[in-house]
């Protein structure tokens, strides 16, 4: 079992950044696959990034390539998504999810934070 916390959220202007920190409680934090997801208003919750339990493996969705980078500390139990260059359609609530594989479907992902509000005005 793990308790994920979403923190760093806020109001950031086109073209800035933004860290967005998932930290866990509970045991074995580095045997899980950490994700990150977004729900804009009117949108289906969509995958952004991915890290694997030591760090090896990493994935992005391609509206984010280039811009976000994951990382984790496990010695922190926390995993981090920091965010280059945000856009206006960046916009939207966004959840870390943990999971048992790196391959992981979307009923894999056990357990959820409670969200962290990111918006980037027009």
């Known amino acids: 079992q793990v308790q994920l916390v979403e923190s760093g959220g806020g109001l950031v202007q086109a073209g800035g950044s933004l860290r967005l920190s998932c930290t866990a409680s509970g045991r074995a934090f580095s045997t899980y696959t950490i994700g990150w997801f977004r729900q804009a208003p009117g949108k289906e919750r969509e995958s952004v990034a991915r890290?694997?339990?030591?760090?090896?493996?990493?994935h992005y969705a391609d509206s984010v390539k280039g811009r976000f980078t994951v990382s984790r500390d496990n010695a922190k139990n926390t995993a981090y998504l920091e965010m280059n260059n945000l856009k206006p359609e960046d916009t939207a609530v966004y959840y870390c999810?943990?999971?048992?594989?790196?391959?992981?479907?979307?009923?894999?992902?056990?357990?959820w934070g409670q969200g962290t509000q990111v918006t980037v005005p027009s």
């Open positions: 890290i694997s339990g030591r760090g090896g493996n990493t």
């Open positions: 999810a943990a999971s048992g594989t790196f391959y992981a479907q979307v009923r894999d992902w056990v357990y």
